[in-house]
């Protein structure tokens, strides 16, 4: 069973425009999110993350939005740019569980089009 | 600074055979993860480590296994490769057990 959905597994956008990236978990113990974005034969990159305790975190043209109650988070990129055309991961973890092991998504690919 | 090392970069093998993937962190993390990537999902959590011992292991036989050195860096053995063992192997870092995790590029490991 997946714990970690991301379930667009593509998003065409345009240059300049807003991207949102969506991802919705299952395991109410999370507390820990976190967006990675990834290029071909490269590892992931850390993008930025969020507490459970914040519904909101923004880095440069970066934002994440935490909606605990619907157990759904996004990451918003303004303005979209041809660089940010990657795979994007959501990540959970569970800091209380014993193993601080990262669970992901599925991965979203974003193409951003000039 | 150097980000997270791996090595090697690509492996083939055959099945039955056994692997050693190695990892070195980004210096002053004391803490490494490692993760499987199949293709067309996420990573998979299989071990973290945190001064050289093991805090957490993920859903995977006990063909796999690893160990951390005293110098942080650390090494993921697989025995008896079956072909579903073919993926990316990828090495995470970090200050902490809890902290951020940065990857490295990760071995690509192909079992034939």
């Known amino acids: 069973d997946q714990q970690v959905k991301q379930n667009s597994p593509s998003l065409s956008v345009q240059e300049g425009r807003i991207s949102i990236l969506n991802c919705d978990y299952t395991n109410s113990m999370f507390d820990y999110f976190l967006w990675y974005k990834k290029y071909p034969a490269e590892g992931p990159t850390f993008l930025i993350s969020?507490?459970?305790?914040?519904d909101k975190n923004e880095d440069g043209r970066f934002t994440v939005f935490l909606n605990k109650s619907a157990k759904h988070l996004s990451l918003h990129i303004v303005p979209s740019q041809p660089g940010d055309s990657a795979v994007y991961f959501c990540?959970?973890?569970?800091?209380?569980?014993?193993?601080?092991?990262?669970?992901f998504g599925k991965g979203t690919h974003l193409i951003i089009q000039p | 600074d150097a980000g997270v090392t791996q090595s090697p970069t690509h492996l083939i093998k055959t099945r039955g055979q056994q692997v050693t993937l190695r990892c070195s962190p980004i210096?002053?993390?004391?803490?490494v993860s490692w993760y499987q990537q199949v293709l067309g999902q996420g990573p998979q959590f299989i071990f973290q480590?945190?001064?050289?011992?093991?805090?957490g292991r993920g859903n995977f036989p006990d063909r796999f296994s690893a160990r951390q050195f005293p110098n942080y860096s650390s090494e993921l053995n697989v025995n008896a490769l079956l072909l579903g063992d073919s993926a990316l192997y990828l090495c995470?870092?970090?200050?902490?057990?809890?902290?951020?995790?940065?990857f490295g590029p990760g071995t690509r490991l192909t079992v034939l």
């Open positions: 210096s002053g993390h004391k803490s």
């Open positions: 995470a870092s970090s200050f902490y057990t809890s902290g951020e995790q940065f």
């Open positions: 480590y945190y001064e050289k011992e093991e805090r």
């Open positions: 990540a959970a973890r569970n800091s209380g569980g014993g193993a601080d092991g990262l669970t």
């Open positions: 969020i507490s459970s305790i914040k």
